[in-house]
């Protein structure tokens, strides 16, 4: 089944501890992107990969780390998570500039 | 600089009904538009995809309508079940985006047993 796989699905940690939240998609997508969705915010996009090797930043990219050594992974790294980072994650994969977006089911992330 | 806009931000209906839900774009230079569904807490689930050359999609019950001359799109749901009570987000591609979609604030869609 084509798809991309988010994990974990949920995530509470303490502020500071360093965390990943990995990315996989199985359609060999180009495009990869993470968003974040906060109440009143809407979703905003955190980083995206034109493709390996190749990351920017989207709007929101402070206090995140992306990486794109596969074309099929894109994990998300918190190098010190704050309270501030409490939100819903997505990540998206597209076949390439202009066509749909597929998403991830979401990760909830907590930190306290 | 593209804005989305969607109304109404909450709709209730009776189940059986045939219903509109709205998409609004100020950019008519988009690639596509993309209706998704999102369940409360839960992932996004794409429906629809409308290309800048397509007028309309169908999938099932629903068929989405784009007109890029008036910054517009329709999800239209026939025959509205309780199952169908989500939140509906568009999204805009717009072809000055560098990949990044434009979303709406979703309709928050609820149907009555």
């Known amino acids: 089944e084509a798809q991309v796989t988010q994990n974990p699905r949920y995530l509470i940690t303490v502020t500071g501890k360093k965390l990943t939240v990995t990315c996989s998609q199985n359609?060999?997508?180009?495009?990869m992107s993470w968003y974040r969705q906060d109440p009143g915010l809407g979703l905003r996009q955190i980083y995206y990969?034109?493709?390996?090797?190749?990351?920017d930043k989207g709007d929101v990219p402070e206090g995140y780390k992306v990486s794109r050594k596969e074309k099929r992974n894109f994990p998300l790294i918190l190098e010190s998570p704050s309270p501030n980072q409490t939100s819903l994650y997505f990540c998206a994969s597209s076949l390439t500039y202009g066509t749909g977006y597929t998403f991830g089911s979401g990760t909830r992330l907590t930190v306290v | 600089k593209q804005e989305v806009t969607q109304i109404p931000a909450a709709l209730s209906v009776p189940e059986g009904e045939n219903l509109v839900l709205n998409c609004s774009f100020t950019?008519?230079?988009?690639?596509?538009l993309q209706w998704f569904r999102q369940d409360p807490g839960k992932g996004l689930t794409s429906l629809l995809l409308?290309?800048?050359s397509q007028r309309e999609q169908t999938s099932g019950r629903l068929n989405a309508s784009l007109d890029k001359s008036s910054g517009r799109s329709t999800l239209y749901i026939a025959a509205s079940q309780p199952g169908d009570s989500a939140t509906y987000l568009c999204a805009a591609h717009p072809m000055d985006s560098n990949y990044q979609l434009i979303w709406g604030a979703g309709t928050k869609l609820i149907i009555k047993p």
């Open positions: 990969s034109m493709n390996v090797e190749v990351t």
């Open positions: 409308i290309q800048s």
């Open positions: 359609m060999n997508h180009e495009y």
């Open positions: 950019d008519s230079a988009i690639y596509n």
